[in-house]
């Protein structure tokens, strides 16, 4: 696989600012949850001399190809197939207090959006986005089969769009007549039926996260990080659903007190904070970066210290 088939350079995001963020780490195991082509990992393991790197990914193409890029550090690095959301909680289990940081950058890389083979742009000549080329679940199969109900409910809770109703409505009309086959045919009904231009790129967000259960994935890893010891949790997030999760969750984690907003005296203990957070405010791309990458404009960093387990 060429990198170069793809119409745009891959160019990792923030990547400066995860070096930083991992720079004081100089022992132990850092785990790339998604892996992709190996840049952020790339960096690391040059920047972080002594340090091991665990990278998943459940993308063939991209495993490949970092894992050619990285055959000098094959002494420092280890490449794990399959969704992070899994493999992260039998890493922790398995490695413990070695594991000294955790990184998740859980957008689609450029690489996917380009490839028209992968299905998950709007002129693609198929419709499937899976991240997982294993998977026998795709977009296909979710236009085609999925109830108006069901449809209704992705928009509603993946895309965040007023018209889910009307949408799903539509889908299912449309293809008693004919099936959806391509995403170039599918974006052209959404076209016929909707003029804003917003609705395409919220469409097919929501299908490619019930695709690829992205949501559920950062859940296991947020659930998973509780057991980390001594260790820093980064993730870079793309759009406001998964932010969201983070945000509020991280924010949990750094809380002594879980007593309920109407208890006027704490009852609870006062003593189930699981670490610092490290981000109130999430960390952006600058404008070079933005200027130099337009996709990255919309990632943000979030980072917590997790303390260290008895």
Same mark, same amino acid.
């Given at each position: 696989?060429?990198?170069?088939?793809? !119409?745009?350079?891959?160019?990792?995001?923030?990547?400066?600012?995860?070096?930083?963020?991992?720079? /004081?780490?100089?022992? +132990?195991?850092?785990?790339?949850?998604?892996?992709?082509? +190996?840049?952020?990992?790339?960096?690391?393991?040059?920047? !972080?001399?002594?340090?091991? &790197?665990?990278?998943?990914?459940?993308?063939?193409?991209?495993?490949?190809?970092?894992?050619?890029?990285? %055959?000098?550090?094959?002494?420092?690095?280890?490449?794990?197939?399959?969704?992070?959301?899994?493999?992260?909680?039998?890493? &922790?289990?398995?490695?413990?207090?070695? &594991?000294?940081?955790?990184?998740? /950058?859980? +957008?689609?890389?450029?690489? %996917?959006?380009?490839?028209?083979?992968?299905?998950?742009?709007?002129?693609? /000549?198929?419709?499937?986005?899976?991240?997982?080329?294993?998977?026998?679940?795709?977009?296909?199969?979710? =236009?085609?089969?999925?109830?108006?109900?069901?449809?209704?409910?992705?928009?509603?809770?993946?895309?965040?769009?007023?018209?889910?109703?009307?949408?799903?409505?539509?889908?299912?009309?449309?293809?008693?007549?004919?099936?959806?086959?391509?995403?170039?045919?599918?974006?052209?009904? =959404?076209?016929?039926?909707?003029?804003?231009?917003?609705?395409?790129?919220?469409?097919?967000?929501?299908?490619?996260?019930?695709?690829?259960?992205?949501?559920?994935?950062?859940?296991?890893?947020?659930?998973?990080?509780?057991?980390?010891?001594?260790?820093?949790?980064?993730?870079?997030?793309?759009?406001?659903?998964?932010?969201?999760?983070?945000?509020?969750?991280?924010?949990?984690?750094?809380?002594?007190?879980?007593?309920?907003?109407?208890?006027?005296?704490?009852?609870?203990?006062?003593?189930?904070?699981?670490?610092?957070? =490290?981000?109130?405010?999430?960390? &952006?791309?600058?404008?070079?970066?933005?200027?130099?990458?337009?996709?990255?404009?919309?990632?943000?960093?979030?980072?917590?210290?997790?303390?260290?387990?008895?």
């Amino acid at each position: 696989m060429n990198l170069q088939t793809s !119409n745009s350079p891959h160019i990792s995001v923030l990547l400066n600012e995860v070096l930083e963020i991992f720079k /004081d780490i100089h022992e +132990g195991i850092i785990i790339d949850c998604t892996l992709g082509f +190996g840049g952020h990992t790339k960096a690391l393991l040059e920047q !972080n001399k002594n340090i091991k &790197i665990i990278g998943i990914d459940k993308d063939s193409d991209a495993r490949n190809y970092a894992c050619n890029l990285l %055959q000098p550090y094959n002494d420092r690095f280890t490449c794990v197939a399959g969704g992070f959301g899994d493999k992260i909680t039998e890493l &922790i289990a398995k490695y413990g207090k070695e &594991i000294r940081g955790v990184l998740a /950058d859980i +957008g689609v890389s450029s690489y %996917q959006l380009d490839m028209p083979n992968r299905g998950f742009g709007f002129d693609s /000549d198929i419709l499937d986005m899976r991240m997982d080329s294993t998977n026998t679940f795709d977009a296909k199969y979710i =236009l085609n089969h999925y109830s108006s109900y069901d449809l209704e409910k992705i928009f509603s809770t993946y895309g965040e769009l007023r018209e889910s109703k009307k949408l799903a409505q539509l889908i299912t009309q449309e293809r008693t007549k004919k099936p959806f086959y391509f995403a170039k045919d599918f974006s052209v009904f =959404l076209k016929s039926y909707f003029k804003n231009p917003k609705i395409l790129p919220l469409v097919y967000q929501a299908i490619r996260i019930e695709v690829n259960q992205e949501l559920e994935e950062l859940k296991k890893l947020l659930n998973a990080s509780l057991n980390l010891s001594d260790a820093l949790l980064c993730v870079i997030t793309f759009h406001s659903l998964e932010d969201r999760i983070l945000k509020q969750t991280l924010k949990e984690y750094s809380q002594s007190c879980i007593c309920d907003n109407s208890v006027f005296k704490c009852i609870c203990g006062n003593n189930h904070q699981k670490g610092k957070l =490290l981000t109130k405010k999430p960390i &952006i791309p600058t404008p070079v970066e933005i200027k130099k990458n337009p996709r990255s404009r919309s990632a943000k960093m979030r980072c917590f210290h997790f303390q260290k387990l008895d």
